[in-house]
């Protein structure tokens, strides 16, 4: 993406602020123009005042000095509370949507990509967009303008001494463009250098248990140490363009001031012009050059903004894999089976099938669970069915119908999910049993609680469902946040549930406990079940065993230990570590 086109696209989350940003150029034009009156007061200050001894003017200039200062208090306060405003609002704006965006992102695309970079680019990206959108637009207008008055100022006096002045502009514009285009460069190493930052941090943070059981803080802060070497390369070298800058385009402003200097003292001894008529000139000069070496910092900061514009616009523009057909309909709800027919499917980036020409019909209130070895496709395939991911080929369908021909909304609200992995938010019990629908009533989240074998541990706490549980609910036990899980589950009443090893990585006593919460939970749904422990399904409809992303058996427990293949060498091997 070039950069007119990023700063078209950028206009566009700036105009419905158009209002805010007119009166801020009106403020900006205001204040500007001061400028241009202090510079050209210089000449009846020292002209009137100082030579003449004029004591009418003496009475006057102070007045109107302190009016010039007092409006120019006014402007600039007008213009900065506008920009601000604007600024943050469009800042506001993009992290809302770019985060909303995210959402819309296949899961594939948070597996391959660090949480890191999602998290970077809304808090980090954005906020590098502040320079653009307000302080360095804003300042860039207003010193602009100050120029084109005072460069006036400069004219009216003298125009010969202010071409003569104007001799360095074009080395100017030279020098900014130059050293804007390393800032950008460098700007872009920094962001793609805090992703790594904010990924190791988050990774870190996120698995502090493991770091200290196994004693790895040491490394943990080499890792750390070594990135941030690399930041602080990154950011010496933009210090460095950064400090070259200044006395660059303050050498260019010196040659010029001297060739006035040396001309309009010519000028004044050969009484071409008054002693008031070159301090004016002089006064102007040396305002303007003041803003015209601020330009070149002002566009190192745009550039930068640039740099993170373009990274905004590029995850915007990730267009999920997953997403409604044009013609997608609504999903009633099932009636009669789930089918998956012909199912073959890989990884994006992946020759490998993990699924193999699958074929499995699952009756509406059937019970079946999945069986096979660690890679057999066993969460593959049950993930196939909410689309997280869509099939290489062949089709999933409920009662007939291809479920990439109806809605996501409607066939994911028909789908409730316990897996292992626990999902918890940092929020009150309430909230996150209600995290479907959180304007349910009180007395349905307790019910559900009720349903899911949690009531008694959650009106044990002093606050009961108002609990607040923290990150990822370390407060409560495995089982706690199992049957919490459970509990969101109950209040969807989806037809369709899916469970997901829900209770591997719980000890004996939480096993049976959730147990109890999951057969309750099962009653009078479609359910698939992925079980590590192979008592917990005897009791299904139908047992489906996988390997290498076939299925190979299928039957009741009984039938299948009959047979003595894949399941009953499975069942063997868990009855040998049990004893």
């Known amino acids: 993406m070039d950069d007119k086109k990023i700063f078209k696209r950028f206009l566009g989350y700036v105009w419905p602020f158009r209002y805010h940003l007119a009166i801020a150029f009106i403020s900006m034009i205001l204040l500007a123009a001061t400028n241009g009156a202090i510079a050209y007061s210089v000449k009846p200050i020292l002209d009137d005042v100082f030579i003449k001894q004029d004591v009418t003017m003496l009475n006057y200039m102070p007045l109107l000095i302190l009016g010039i200062f007092c409006f120019r208090g006014i402007a600039y306060f007008i213009q900065s509370y506008a920009m601000a405003f604007v600024g943050e609002k469009v800042v506001r704006n993009m992290q809302v949507e770019l985060y909303g965006h995210m959402l819309e992102l296949d899961i594939h695309q948070y597996t391959s990509t660090p949480a890191g970079s999602f998290i970077s680019r809304v808090t980090y990206d954005t906020n590098l967009l502040r320079g653009a959108s307000a302080s360095a637009i ?12 005072l ?4 004219f009216y006096q003298n125009m010969e001494l202010a071409f003569m002045a104007m001799v360095g502009l074009p080395i100017s514009g030279y020098l900014i463009l130059f050293f804007g285009k390393k800032v950008r460069k460098l700007s872009k190493a920094r962001q793609e250098l805090m992703e790594l930052v904010v990924s190791r941090l988050e990774e870190s943070f996120s698995g502090i248990r493991i770091v200290k059981a ?27 363009v950064m400090a070259i800058t200044h006395p660059a385009m303050d050498l260019v402003a010196g040659i ?12 004044v001894i050969s009484s071409q012009i008054t002693t008031g008529e070159f301090f004016s000139f002089m006064t102007a000069l040396l305002m303007a050059y003041t803003p015209i070496k601020r330009f070149s910092g002002l566009n190192n900061s745009i550039q930068i903004s640039v740099a993170a514009s373009r990274r905004i616009f590029d995850m915007m523009d990730t267009v999920p894999d997953i997403r409604n057909s044009v013609d997608a309909t609504i999903l009633k709800p099932i009636e009669k089976s789930i089918t998956f027919r012909d199912i073959s499917f890989s990884y994006e980036g992946s020759d490998t099938l993990i699924l193999d020409n699958i074929n499995l019909e699952i009756k509406a209130g059937e019970t079946v669970a999945l069986v096979g070895s660690s890679g057999s496709g066993k969460t593959t395939l049950v993930h196939l069915l909410p689309r997280f991911f869509d099939v290489d080929s062949g089709s999933v369908e409920i009662d007939g119908q291809n479920i990439k021909d109806v809605t996501i909304k409607s066939l994911r609200s028909q789908l409730a999910m316990v897996t292992q992995e626990i999902i918890l938010f940092n929020d009150t019990i309430r909230n996150n049993i209600a995290y479907g629908d959180m304007s349910i009533p009180i007395e349905d989240v307790i019910n559900a609680a009720e349903v899911a074998n949690a009531r008694e541990f959650i009106e044990e706490f002093p606050d009961g469902f108002d609990t607040e549980i923290g990150s990822k609910g370390v407060k409560l036990s495995g089982g706690q946040r199992q049957r919490l899980s459970i509990a969101r589950s109950v209040l969807k009443n989806a037809p369709i549930l899916i469970l997901d090893e829900a209770t591997s990585a719980l000890d004996n006593e939480s096993e049976r406990a959730v147990q109890i919460a999951l057969e309750r939970l099962m009653k009078n749904r479609t359910t698939l079940v992925i079980a590590h422990r192979l008592s917990t399904i005897r009791n299904a409809d139908r047992i489906v065993v996988l390997k290498e992303g076939k299925i190979v058996e299928e039957g009741s427990h009984d039938g299948l230990l009959e047979l003595n293949r894949e399941y009953a060498r499975f069942y063997a091997l868990q009855f040998e570590d049990n004893k």
């Not at 804003?138 to 008055?149: A, Q």
């Not at 460069?151 to 400069?154: D, E, N, P, S």
Request: with cysteine; glycine share 8%; proline share 0%.
């Open 138 to 149: 804003s300042n860039l207008f207003r010193e602009g303008f100050t120029v084109i008055f």
């Open 151 to 154: 460069i006036g100022v400069l």
């Open 214 to 240: 196994f004693c790895m803080e040491s490394r943990e802060r080499s890792l750390f140490r070594k990135i941030t070497k690399k930041v602080f390369k990154n950011n010496m070298k933009s210090s460095k």
């Open 256 to 267: 010029a001031i001297c060739c006035v200097v040396y001309f309009g003292g010519k000028f």
